[in-house]
């Protein structure tokens, strides 16, 4: 049995991972802002990143740190470079204070184009900061991460419902499971270190175009979709009637057009992690009917 310390425990992603760990005989002492309910297998530990106090108690006998945790939409450059560099970095401080020298980083394919977006250029700079610690370090960049429980995707298939899915330009991106993606983080957190960026998917040679990705919703919810191309400046206009709206809860802003726009968000078949070290077992159509089923039952869809 490890002991894991994990940040970003209450997010989609972090959930999956708190509940499979605890599966699989491991404890979990895990960073929240708010109280948590009692969790077999789960210590809570109350705090925020940037706390070096609150950070040392997570890490207190722990085996590894798993790094969840990150914005992925913020109003400000500012806000992105508290949540995602100045928050990585004082978990790597931490780390080294506490003695924990094994640090599993979820990054993201945004990174890979830091020029693109402020979202892209944090992660980016964020890897670096880990690239340049000494711990113990892998790092894995997820791609369009979805399954039950995901918010991000649900305009998606509010849209397929109608029979319709306004896109981006045409691109291709690849696809993971929440489930198959914590399974991946927990792998590494349990394994030795090896240094290495990888990059994860469903196994989907070349991914998705944006309308096979479209009409893959579209089956999952029992309907046929016409898939349609919007034109960076329509997405702009979007976004800026989103911000006029919503104001800093805005879901569609100027930073996430930018990458949107972007042609190939498909993982690097290079990157992939050893087949003896993560497999993923979750196909796309299954999941997407498992996340439709999930909006249907909480009354989302």
Not at 10 to 24: D, P, S
Not at 280 to 287: K, L, S
């Amino acid at each position: 049995m490890s002991v894991l310390a994990v940040t970003g425990a209450t997010g989609f992603v972090g959930k999956r991972f708190v509940a499979l760990a605890v599966e699989r005989g491991h404890h979990v002492r895990a960073l929240t802002r708010r109280p948590q309910p009692e969790q077999a297998g789960v210590t809570w530990v109350a705090g925020s990143l940037g706390d070096p106090m609150e950070q040392l108690e997570l890490m207190r006998g722990a085996d590894a740190v798993v790094h969840i945790a990150g914005v992925v939409n913020a109003p400000s450059a500012r806000a992105f470079e508290m949540g995602n560099v100045i928050g990585t970095m004082s978990m790597l401080d931490s780390a080294i204070g506490a003695g924990v020298r094994r640090f599993v980083h979820v990054s993201s394919l945004a990174a890979r184009e830091p020029e693109l977006s402020l979202y892209g250029g944090s992660k980016a700079s964020a890897e670096q900061a880990v690239m340049r610690s000494d711990l113990n370090w892998d790092m894995v960049r997820p791609p369009g991460v979805y399954g039950p429980g995901d918010l991000d995707q649900l305009e998606l298939f509010k849209m397929a419902r109608l029979g319709l899915a306004f896109l981006p330009p045409p691109g291709r991106l690849s696809l993971i499971h929440a489930d198959d993606l914590a399974a991946l983080l927990l792998a590494l957190a349990t394994a030795p270190a090896t240094g290495a960026v990888y990059e994860a998917d469903d196994g989907q040679p070349g991914g998705y175009s944006y309308a096979e990705f479209a009409r893959a919703i579209g089956m999952a919810v029992g309907r046929r979709v016409l898939p349609m191309s919007l034109p960076p400046a329509l997405l702009r206009l979007g976004a800026a009637i989103d911000r006029r709206v919503r104001g800093d809860k805005a879901r569609l802003t100027r930073d996430r057009v930018n990458y949107f726009c972007h042609p190939d968000w498909t993982i690097s078949p290079d990157k992939r992690p050893p087949g003896t070290l993560w497999r993923p077992q979750i196909a796309t159509a299954d999941g997407l009917r498992q996340t439709a089923q999930w909006y249907r039952a909480n009354g989302l869809l």
